[in-house]
């Protein structure tokens, strides 16, 4: 009975617009003074949050990721794609898909990856015939790619409040990232196959191609440094996102790609997410200790093991709860409401927390651009001027593709572990 | 209080790119010329702290807290601006209470010497006393704010 009155509270002052930091730490606050516990634990918690060496990679890895959106590295990397592969069918499509993979293997963030290479793939496609719900869809969709292949701040966040080791949730992304670019890609080539026949494919001469590899090669050299070196334990995740800031700051300085100004900026975007997240962060361990006091998530934990006995079962449930409510709300405060609740079940149903954190990651994938609120949406309306209802049309065989996906590790787990235990 | 509010922000974002540095410091000291260093750690986690919280007030400035807005943004400015007073009144009574209990932990530190248990050896009040002084400032940012935004609703 508490748990539904308090999940309810939650979700009233939430949809009044309160701010969800100070939802969760007002919620968690009156549930302390209800039962005399001490309200020190609530700038204690603050405290511990910004003190954190790991979560230091966030602002690290976004660090990263806006020097290189600034830099307008986009351009290089859908250039360097395409002239390899604009000659197949659905050529574009493909250089979109691929360059998305790419930049979100030196980012940790969605809207980094669907905002660089959409700025220059978006005018690119529509140029040569691509239908424009397709394009919207699969920018908006290719961009999520940037937090399931590492580094990927959700999944910093997922290992932070699921006390699991960063390293082993990035490493696992590796091999769903890679699937679902695969996915990806086929359906991009049976859609202009048999849907949008009227494309142009460009074949690139032998010299482009040599130009355009040039200028794209030092984005997967910095990749390969970023996986190589957290794979081989040369740094941290949170050290990789330090080094990564820094090539490439170097990078783009030397090739003088970045102005002062544009480096400012950079830095404003960081500060202002790091905070938004880490207040979020704080406010999401404080309701968890509160609520676990109250029994809270070991009631649900009970009632779902009483009278849902199957793992399947219970990963539908969630799933379908995840994808409900990712339509209204974005990401990171999915994860953070989500996990203190449910965290007690998982262990209870004896699932593995990271192969689970995958699935939760392409279930935040959807939600991410599931109109009318996700982040890549905001992106794509702003830089192809597109309304709500033809990115929702352009999305939907996406989300579909993605929920498919959640199948296929779901039956296939090693998809996802078998890069960081089993090789 | 504009200015102020825009230069906490520049010294919070310069905080980070610092950050930044010196792990790439530790990085290429510990690798390159095998000697880590035993400050980078601490002194990162005590920027951050800083810089975090240092951008707290600039980012409700520049109205970036993340909120669901799914229903706020269906109303008129009227009904937004009653949704705005009721968010108010929640950063306020919580601020309040992190400021006053923050402060509470901050001033023991301070009391006691306690200082953190590491090489450096730095006292624990000066991260500590980040937390209550920069909700202190997001209080006070919000307070003028409510009081604007009920003017407001009641003149319309």
Redesign the interface.
């Known amino acids: 009975m508490t748990a539904i009155l308090i999940l309810f509270a939650l979700f009233f002052?939430?949809?009044?617009?309160?701010?969800?930091?100070?939802?969760l730490?007002?919620i968690s606050?009156f549930l302390m003074l209800m039962s005399d516990i001490?309200?020190?634990m609530?700038?204690?918690t603050?405290?511990s949050v910004?003190?954190?060496?790991v979560?230091?990679s966030v602002?690290?890895f976004l660090?990263m990721s806006n020097i290189l959106l600034k830099a307008g590295i986009g351009e290089d990397l859908f250039n360097f794609a395409q002239s390899w592969v604009g000659h197949y069918t659905g050529g574009l499509a493909i250089a979109t898909v691929v360059s998305c993979a790419i930049f979100a293997a030196v980012s940790g963030s969605s809207v980094a990856t669907a905002a660089t290479i959409s700025t220059v793939a978006l005018p690119a496609m529509i140029q040569r015939g691509y239908h424009r719900n397709f394009t919207l869809g699969i920018l908006a969709a290719g961009g999520t790619l940037g937090i399931l292949i590492p580094p990927s701040i959700p999944m910093i966040v997922y290992a932070f409040v699921a006390e699991e080791s960063v390293l082993s949730m990035f490493l696992a992304g590796i091999g769903p990232g890679i699937m679902l670019s695969i996915f990806f890609i086929i359906f991009a080539v049976i859609y202009v196959k048999f849907f949008n026949k009227e494309v142009q494919n460009v074949r690139s001469s032998k010299e482009e191609r040599v130009i355009n590899t040039k200028k794209g090669l030092p984005i997967i050299v910095m990749a390969v440094l970023m996986l190589g070196g957290l794979y081989a334990g040369?740094?941290t995740p949170?050290?990789a996102?330090?080094?990564g800031?820094?090539i490439s700051?170097f990078y783009v300085v030397w090739k003088k790609r970045l102005d002062l100004k544009g480096f400012?900026d950079a830095?404003?975007d960081?500060?202002?997410t790091?905070?938004?997240?880490?207040?979020?962060i704080a406010g999401a361990k404080i309701f968890g200790k509160v609520i676990s006091l109250y029994r809270i998530p070991q009631d649900i934990s009970s009632f779902i093991v009483n009278n849902i006995d199957e793992k399947g079962m219970f990963i539908l449930v969630v799933c379908i709860t995840l994808l409900i409510l990712g339509f209204?709300?974005?990401t990171?405060?999915l994860i953070l409401i989500m996990m203190p609740i449910f965290a007690i079940s998982i262990k209870a149903m004896n699932i593995d927390i990271i192969w689970f954190g995958i699935i939760f990651t392409i279930m935040i994938e959807c939600a991410l651009i599931t109109p009318?609120?996700g982040l890549n949406i905001y992106v794509l309306q702003s830089i192809g001027n597109a309304n709500m209802s033809e990115i929702g049309k352009g999305v939907t065989p996406f989300v579909l593709i993605m929920l498919f996906a959640v199948l296929v590790i779901y039956f296939f787990p090693n998809i996802a572990l078998y890069i960081p235990f089993k090789l | 209080m504009d200015k102020i509010i825009k230069y906490s922000g520049y010294l919070a974002s310069w905080l980070f790119i610092t950050i930044g540095f010196i792990v790439f410091y530790e990085v290429i000291m510990r690798y390159i010329f095998n000697s880590p260093t035993i400050w980078v750690e601490e002194i990162s986690r005590f920027l951050q702290i800083w810089a975090t919280y240092l951008a707290l007030t600039y980012s409700f400035h520049k109205k970036d807290f993340i909120r669901i807005t799914f229903i706020y943004d269906k109303l008129s400015s009227h009904g937004q601006k009653f949704l705005d007073i009721i968010s108010h009144i929640f950063i306020i009574f919580f601020s309040s209470v992190v400021v006053y209990y923050g402060w509470i932990i901050a001033k023991e530190s301070f009391d006691v010497n306690r200082t953190s248990s590491s090489m450096l050896d730095l006292p624990a009040f000066i991260s500590e006393v980040a937390i209550p002084l920069c909700f202190g400032f997001l209080l006070f940012r919000v307070i003028i704010e409510f009081i604007n935004t009920i003017y407001s609703f009641f003149k319309s």
């Open positions: 002052i939430l949809f009044l617009g309160v701010p969800i930091a100070i939802t730490g007002s606050l001490s309200p020190l609530i700038p204690q603050f405290y910004g003190d954190e060496f979560l230091l602002p690290m660090m040369i740094y949170t050290e996102g330090g080094v800031f820094m700051l400012i830095g404003l960081t500060m202002k790091t905070v938004t997240v880490f207040i979020i209204i709300m974005e990171l405060s009318p609120v």
